[in-house]
């Protein structure tokens, strides 16, 4: 085999090496992009769910102001609901 022969087939060689490196760099990347829309999907939805979870809250603080500035009384009741609400639970996880 001549001398340019050999340098062909080993330029070859160096190509086909170079050749399946890109492809393999090109799989990674792709792998990589398919993981960051994944979790950006799962960022964008806990974004939304604690949005939600936000305006929930404030509507429910809204409500108790009213209803605390509305009666008196209803204070006492909600912290008597609150403190048995609390009791149940205590005892029920006492008892598991």
Known sequence: MSRY???EQDNNQH???LANKLSQ??????DIQNISNQDHSLITGLQ???ESLYD??????????????NNRF?????V?????IFFVLYTLWKLI
Not at 56 to 69: D, F, P
Not at 74 to 78: C, I, M, T
Not at 80 to 84: A, P
Request: glycine share 12%; no cysteine; proline share 0%.
């Open 5 to 7: 022969a050999q340098i």
């Open 56 to 69: 929930s809250i404030k509507k429910t603080g809204g409500r108790l102001t009213e209803v605390l500035q």
């Open 74 to 78: 209803g204070v006492w009741k909600l």
């Open 80 to 84: 008597g609901l609150g403190l048995v």
């Open 48 to 50: 939304d769910n604690l």
């Open 15 to 17: 190509f086909s090496n």
């Open 25 to 30: 760099f090109r799989e990674i990347s792709q």
